[in-house]
């Protein structure tokens, strides 16, 4: 479904870095989206949209699934 959204879509690199610090580079890079920090366990909706980001951090807000639109 990603390749139906506008936009460059999944952010492998920022895996492993700050959550802050990504949110500003992925809307920078498709400012069609917003990018929400997210809580690793978090439970969240399964609804797929093309305007969101969900950057799933640790405890000490490090990303820890690669970030991508849904």
Same mark, same amino acid.
């Given at each position: 479904?990603?390749?139906?959204?506008?936009?460059?879509?999944?952010?492998p690199?920022?895996?492993? #870095?700050?959550?802050?610090?990504?949110?500003?580079?992925?809307?920078?890079? +498709?400012?069609?989206?917003?990018?929400?920090? /997210? =809580?690793?366990?978090?439970?969240? #909706?399964?609804?797929?949209?093309?305007?969101?980001?969900?950057?799933?951090? +640790?405890?000490?807000?490090?990303?820890?699934? /690669? =970030?991508?639109?849904g």
């Amino acid at each position: 479904m990603a390749s139906d959204c506008e936009g460059k879509s999944a952010w492998p690199e920022l895996l492993g #870095t700050n959550g802050e610090k990504a949110i500003a580079i992925i809307q920078s890079q +498709n400012p069609a989206v917003i990018a929400v920090l /997210v =809580p690793e366990d978090s439970d969240v #909706t399964g609804d797929f949209r093309c305007d969101r980001v969900r950057v799933y951090v +640790n405890k000490n807000n490090v990303i820890t699934r /690669v =970030p991508s639109i849904g």
